[in-house]
Each structure stands twice: as C-alpha cells, then as structure tokens.
C-alpha cells in the first residue's frame, strides 16, 4: 500500500511561481515512478511530468522549460517547481504512484492517486 499526500497548490497570478509536494508513505520501496497529472475542467487528465526511481524524468511539452519534478529521496517527497504560470495552467493537479505489488510469482503494477490540489492562475 502507497499512500500519497500532495500540498502547496493554490492561487497565484500570471508569471508566478508555485512549488506542489508529493509525499509518499507506506511501502515506498516498491514505487517505481511518480507522476504529475493534471485535468482542467472539461478536459482530460493529462500527464505533466513524471520522474523515475533511477531518476529519468520526462514532460509535457507545454510545460517543458517551466515546470521541473525532481524528488527527495530521503523524504519520501516529490516536487513540482512551476514557474512562469500561465492561466492554461489552471487544474487539479494530482499525483500519481506506480508500484509494484503482488508475489515474486505474481507481479504486477498498481497506481496510487492523492487527492489533488488546486492550481489557479489568474490573469
């Protein structure tokens, strides 16, 4: 079991800076990559930026060279530094866990969700 707590969401304005945090507890070991999503209304969630466990990260290209996911390993913690925010930006912003579960027989992958925290960008 993966537990996920995000914070730090808010509302900021245009140009502005926010910083969302992951926190992953439980069995974190098995984690294999985490995940920034995100859905504005009347759209589909979409995958913002992601981070491996050895550390590879990848992004959407609308937030490329705005947005960075980096982790802390220590603490269990993940971030998402956005800058530059624009009003597109607006969403819920959730993170996403994919781990492994099941046996050494039985494997397979599950994804944990947290709750999601408010972005909003105002012009």
């Known amino acids: 079991q993966v537990q996920l707590v995000e914070s730090g969401g808010g509302l900021v304005q245009a140009g502005g800076s926010l910083r969302l945090s992951c926190a992953a507890s439980g069995s974190t070991f098995s984690i294999n990559a985490i995940g920034w999503y995100r859905q504005a209304p009347g759209k589909q969630r979409e995958l913002v930026a992601a981070i491996s466990s050895g550390g590879s990260t990848n992004y959407a290209d609308s937030v490329k060279g705005r947005f960075t996911i980096s982790r802390d390993n220590a603490k269990n913690t993940v971030y998402l530094q956005m800058n530059s925010l624009k009003p597109e930006d607006t969403a819920v912003y959730y993170c996403?866990?994919?781990?492994?579960?099941?046996?050494?027989?039985?494997?397979?992958?599950?994804?944990?969700w947290g709750q999601g925290t408010q972005v909003t960008v105002s012009s």
């Open positions: 996403n866990a994919e781990a492994d579960s099941g046996s050494y027989y039985s494997r397979f992958l599950v994804d944990y």
